[in-house]
């Protein structure tokens, strides 16, 4: 078993190397690090300075972003190299642009706005949350309405509360351009929620009559230009509106032929989901550096513990399970960031792609667009989190003190709990959409457990997930029926077991990604069989819990796990230097922290 067909396994085949090695120069290895002394802003302009490098030095926009595989390179080498970086680029590329070439297709008018965000003379920039409101994206408060006098549009923010924010737009001197989420309004009626185009900053950064900029106090868990914008009866010309086939007529009639404005809601969430592919894809690869950063940190290093002095560190099974938990983690999202950027038939193919095939939503668009999709990228950064959070803790001070890395993946992992679709409205979605069957099936019941239940046996991880999916599911499904059955109202209803519904959907997603683990634990190098086995095992410890609460496992179940993962662990210890070699990490990552002289 050579390392090269692990190193295969980790990048795919999709892109040659030609390809791959231009993506990596975009984000050369002085990207990878930041020179120290540097104020806020400062720091803010050197990276969209290297945005704008990136940008131009990587294949045309519209290339990227019609190839799911090569922009989630180019965002995974953002993402190790400098947490910020990449989530300027992803709003950048795919919640900027992206409207912009999907629903401006055709509009020969939004070209000045696209090329000058395709130059990188202008950095994109989402103003679609408001601040005031949870679940805004539901039913935006700032409106356009269309001006019969100029044949343009007027967007406003109707009061403070609808500021929108966060936004990347706090830098003075910068040029940006949004893509704005607002509520049409025509003749009196809403109808629906449409994106305009709209330059924000001009090239020396100087803001149009009626944008109000407030930026936001610094922080530093994910470090870009923070600020609300109110935008006070802003004037944008008719070709501003992204229109996707809608328009008003020169008899003022409006005509969409997306509509009604429900489902218009979710065909301009539409544009999510390149950005959950890439989110996924970025997981996984910060995943990989903290887990290759773990084990630096850990191999060769000696303890002093009074049980054994000098024995190595990862003799001890709590650091080993640690490191090697690790590496099994990040080869798990790479499997499923394999799988998220695979093509595949499109939901809603007639729709234009992606939008549209998912169940009816109550907390958040994004299960509408595309449940499964939302809930890999749920799971996917829920999973990220917590490897790289292990690795932070495992890695004691010099992880958190020598070296910003681990910190600042441990911030972007962090924030993406939110950004991105909220991880846990979608997970109430995703169990909504179970509990109905509204586009849904559970799994078929099983007699017992294959291949004597014995935990090497991907058959048996699936055989466990599926189980407790179908046992949470019913019993979700039949107490909120109970509730409503009894008089109660729906929220009342799914209040009362939002608990339940959270552990539904997580059931769910890891069902969906043990299927994918044992997919590729079929199909890939037969090395990679117990590094999934590592992750199968101790995604069912963190499931206990429920495995137990369900019955689908009697008490000692974690027993039998532990002794499944030690067994693995000392098959896979030998290897661990292997398996974090095929990562193939740029050094400035793979280097342990060396500030000492
Ligand atoms: C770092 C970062 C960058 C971002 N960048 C942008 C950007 O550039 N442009 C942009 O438009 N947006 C951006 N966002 C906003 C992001 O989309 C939102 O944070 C996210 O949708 C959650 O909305 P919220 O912040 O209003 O929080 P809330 O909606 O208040 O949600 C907070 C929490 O409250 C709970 N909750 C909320 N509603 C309900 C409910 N109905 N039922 C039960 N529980 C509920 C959930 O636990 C949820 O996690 C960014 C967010 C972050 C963290």
Redesign the pocket.
Known sequence: MSIDDLRRFVHGTSLDAKARARLEEAVPEEFFTVPGGLTAPERHALTYERLRRAGLAAPPASELLADPPALCALLERAAIADPPLF?LML?HYT?ALGPILRFGEGQEGTRPVRESLESMASFG?????E?G?????LSPRTVARHDPATGGFVLSTPDVRAA?F???TAHPELPKTAAV?ATLVHGGEERGVFVFAVPLRGPGGAVPPGVRIVPAPETT??QVDYAAVLLEEVRVPYEAWLRDGAGIGADGAFHDPHGPAAARLTRSMGIAPPVWRAVISASAAITRASAGMLLAHSAGRSTLGRLAPRRPLTDYRNQQEAVLGALASAYALTAVAAHATAPRPSPDAAAGGDAGAGPATA??PWSAVDRDLALLKAAATAQAQETVSACRVHSGAPGFAAVERLNAYRGLTH?Y?????????IR?DTARAMADLDRYAPPGPELGPPDDGDLDSPAVWLFLARDAERRMRDRLAGRVEAALDGGEDAFTAWNGN?ALAARTADACADRVVLEILAAAAGDGPRALGPVLRLHALDRLERRASALLNEGVVPPGFLDEVWAARRRTCDELAPRAQELAAAFELPAPVAAPAAFLP
């Open positions: 989530h709003l919640l920039t989402l103003l679609m949350t601040v409101r949870s679940n805004s994206h929108k966060p936004t990347n989420y868990g994910l907390w958040a924030a709990q939110n950004a991105g679709g909220d991880n846990e409205l109430y939002l």
